[in-house]
């Protein structure tokens, strides 16, 4: 079993729609959770970062921990044709010199 | 600009050749990576860097090599004993260990073997 498990969707989905992309992860040790963004043949870029559990907001885009059920969460409010892209989580525990990704979810937004 | 280079963006070699992919960030960062990203696989550590000569095997260093000479630069090179060399590479590179959770990327280096 993978330490972090992501849907590879493909995942499409009308312009304007709440989108919703999760992890979940087996290590009760990681602390820092963070989603990256990657465009097609780009580099990722990071695009959330929260510590511990609870809801972290940031214009249209909401990071939501649950560390009792080992589970991430990123919704994306009225989603735009430029949010498509692969969304990437990952996380780390203190003193861990390595994040650890989880597969990617690749999101199209149809206009 | 401050940021992360990679280069080249697409590379093609031979089976059995040695090629070398270039990283240089000028972010002053002491830390810096390479991964290797196959589809449906997510992103895969091969080596990182703590500090200039110093470095770590990741999860996947068989077959990869890689030198820290100099701060600014993280050579990669994939040697002819990777068995399944086709794949994007990317660097990236982090004010200190992954504590952070920022890792700054390049765009990517592309190799194909044929």
Known sequence: QKEVEQDPGPLSVPEGAIVSLNCTYSNSAFQYFMWYRQYSRKGPELLMYTYSSGNKEDG??????????????????DSQPSDSATYLCAMNYFGNEKLTFGTGTRLTIIP | DGGITQS??????????????SCEQNLNHDAMYWYRQDPGQGLRLIYYSQIVNDFQKGDIAEGYSVSREKKES?????????????????????????????????????????
């Open chain 1, 60 to 77: 249209r885009f909401t990071a939501q921990v649950d560390k009792s059920s080992k589970y991430i969460s990123l919704f994306i409010r």
């Open chain 2, 8 to 21: 080249p963006k697409y590379l093609f070699r031979k089976e059995g050749q040695n090629v070398t992919l």
């Open chain 2, 74 to 114: 993280f050579p990669l090179t994939v040697t002819s004993a990777q068995k399944n060399p086709t794949a994007f590479y990317l660097c990236a590179s982090s004010i200190a260990g992954g504590l952070s959770g920022e890792l700054f990327f390049g765009e990517g280096s592309r190799l194909t073997v044929l």
